[in-house]
């Protein structure tokens, strides 16, 4: 393949001023649209040799046939231009977001004569103002109720109300008490517009100031024996009351922010919206995020931002993120022309927000496992998943079975390996197997012994089983270690994939199929090839790929520090007089052995329930 991509511009021609670019196919279709500061400098990035590109960002400048761009005035009018375009054209190498369900809101059509309060899960009704999202659509039903016993407005739908006013007679909703606007006879348009805009404004903002002033005018009522409208302020209060202690007080009661988390890995991401209005969280709201390309953390906030405000969606003054994105002012710029105000975006580093972000974060972690959950337990997807896989390695037949190997160290000591399996794409965890590996001098030489153990039970004139899991001396029988998978799997790039083919090539089995995959660039590596296999970004099949890939990492890092582990505690309880608890008061002292064997007999008798004696017992053993 060529370095030399044919419709690269010339450098002269490109502006080194703001502006937005746009990838384009043979057929004219936009693959991607990006901003950037400097026209130039980013659009560079693309056209360097193809080797040094990431693997996804080289698979998209591959695809497309021409580039294109406009220059715009500064890096606001760039973000505002660039989400016009993913909105238009719907790149498909642009990040993708899904709501991970579809949440109700709350309501209120500002834009008719006589507004109205509904639930409801779309977002487009036109001069609407919504709340929320909430969890539950009883949630939504439960602030309502309450509500309306606060501020009465209309409540019935827009033929009653049609009806109603026509004819003169109150609406049915208004016959049995459930609607208060215009059309129930009770207010005039004027006066129910007003009850509206309290509504909304208390709804909004959560303030207790409507509460302090409700309360004033009972008092007053009260003394001036006004009973009727003491009591109706005082249910007015008490209903208020309910609406604010419904949502969790987290913050002040005067702070207004959104809070926005995410979790990722190599392929996908979580994001959570935390909605907070006078100090409680009003709603959540979460994204799943498919990642064609590889994101930095500044683009995958700008493109969050851009789907979180980009529609009817007002933001608050304050915006807690992560980590500040690079363009931070721009965006900023571009929120404050939305809200018609000033707009921050901030880290919490510390402090009530921090702990909030963190909760939001553990959140998001959740929302991610539970969406590869979902995904793994689909058999539609699942089985389009091994036809892929099939295809893309070339093999003969589906991979119905799978192991995938991964070998874990600390510094070069306490090596050992897993062996997960995944048989229909689901995992086998009673077939998982450990490796115990002595002596090792890297990974590729650690990958080929393991190998070579599990090969061994592959022989059919070997009888007695190759020794597996810890042990390293009698031959044990396993009848399901002699299962022949269809797929074996390195995790790793060449140097693994290299050193597996020849322990499979010296154990004389034959029809496996063999692979690694690389985490950096999640890139699919076959024996003998000088370029990887590249799967869709968000394919099933390489989301399955992934995902045993991370359970055998996982099962190995497991054993090796249950082993580490073990080993600290043989070296302190072999000596004498050092039991369990000891033990456990020494590491918690100390941190590590390590440190416990630089510290001098002095220092040990320092610690609670050590004296003198003991410790220069301690200290005379690890020093020998």
């Known amino acids: 393949m060529s370095d030399a991509l044919s419709y690269r511009p010339k450098a002269g021609e490109i502006p080194t001023r703001p502006g937005v670019y746009r990838f384009r196919d043979e057929t004219g279709r936009v693959l991607y649209v990006g901003k950037a500061k400097n026209l130039r400098a980013r659009l560079s990035n693309y056209f360097a040799p193809l080797g040094s590109l990431h693997e996804r960002t080289r698979r998209m400048v591959t695809t497309a046939n021409s580039v294109e761009w406009t220059v715009v005035g500064t890096e606001v009018e760039a973000l505002q231009l660039e989400w016009t375009w993913i909105n238009e054209f719907d790149p498909p190498f642009n990040v993708q977001f899904k709501d991970d369900k579809s949440y109700p809101y709350l309501a209120v059509t500002l834009a008719d004569e006589a507004p109205r309060a509904l639930v409801t899960r779309t977002t487009g009704i036109r001069g609407a103002r919504y709340f929320g999202p909430y969890p539950k659509v009883w949630a939504v039903h439960d602030t309502i109720e309450l509500m309306l016993k606060a501020f009465p407005i209309r409540t019935c739908n827009n033929a009653n109300y049609k009806r109603a006013m026509q004819s003169g007679k109150p609406c049915f909703a208004g016959q049995i008490g459930r609607c208060f606007g215009p059309c129930s006879g009770t207010v005039t348009i004027e006066e129910h517009r007003v009850i509206v805009n309290e509504f909304v404004s208390f709804l909004g903002s959560q303030d207790r100031k409507l509460i302090n002033r409700l309360t004033n005018e009972m008092k007053v009522a009260a003394a001036e024996q006004q009973y009727e409208t003491a009591a109706k302020r005082r249910d007015q209060i008490r209903a208020l009351d309910a609406v604010l202690e419904k949502s969790a007080v987290v913050l002040r009661d005067n702070v207004d922010i959104d809070l926005f988390a995410f979790d990722e890995d190599e392929l996908a991401a979580a994001v959570q919206l935390f909605i907070v209005r006078g100090g409680r969280i009003r709603g959540v709201r979460g994204w799943m995020v498919d990642k064609e390309l590889d994101l930095s953390t500044s683009e995958l906030i700008d493109s969050i931002m851009q789907t979180a405000y980009g529609g009817d969606a007002v933001p608050p003054r304050e915006i807690v993120v992560p980590e500040l994105p690079d363009d931070a002012e721009a965006l900023e710029g571009w929120l404050a022309g939305i809200a018609g105000r000033r707009v921050r975006i901030l880290a919490a580093q510390r ?27 689909d058999f539609v997807a699942r089985s389009k998943a091994l036809e892929d896989i099939q295809e893309a390695l070339g093999m003969p037949s589906a991979p119905l079975r799978m192991e995938c190997y991964d070998v874990s160290h600390l510094g070069g000591t306490n090596i050992v390996a897993s062996m997960v399996v995944f048989e229909d794409g689901l ?46 001396g009698t031959p044990v029988k396993r009848r399901k270690f002699r299962y022949q998978p269809n797929l074996l799997i390195v995790d790793g790039g060449q140097p693994q994939v290299t050193a597996a083919a020849r322990a499979l090539r010296e154990s004389g089995v034959t029809g496996i199929t063999l692979c690694g995959i690389a985490k950096r660039l999640e890139e699919i590596w076959l024996p003998d090839s ?8 968000n394919s099933d099949a390489l989301f399955l790929i992934q995902r045993i890939r991370d359970e055998a990492h996982r099962f190995a890092i497991t054993h090796q520090r249950a082993r580490r582990k073990r080993d600290i505690s043989t070296v302190l309880g072999e000596i004498p007089g050092l039991g369990p608890a000891r033990v456990k008061v020494l590491l918690q002292h100390f ?34």
Not at 351 to 377: I, P, V, W
Not at 530 to 537: A, E, M, Q, W
Request: hydrophobic content about 35%; cysteine-free; aromatic content about 6%.
């Open 427 to 472: 995992p086998r965890t009673d077939e998982y197997r450990r490796f115990g590996i002595p002596e090792s001098t890297d990974d590729t030489d650690s990958i080929y012994r393991t190998l070579t153990r599990r090969l061994a039970y592959l022989i059919p004139d070997d009888e007695t089983e190759a020794p597996g899991d810890d042990d390293a």
């Open 591 to 624: 941190g590590s052995v390590a440190r416990l064997k630089e510290a001098s007999a002095e220092s040990i008798a320092e610690v609670r329930g050590i004296g003198p004696g003991l410790a220069a017992t301690i200290h005379q053993h690890l020093r020998a």
């Open 530 to 537: 000088d370029y990887p296999v590249i799967l869709p970004r």
């Open 351 to 377: 402090g009530d927000k921090a702990a909030l972000l963190e909760t939001a974060t553990q959140n998001a972690k959740h929302a991610l496992m539970l969406y590869k959950t979902r995904r793994s337990s």
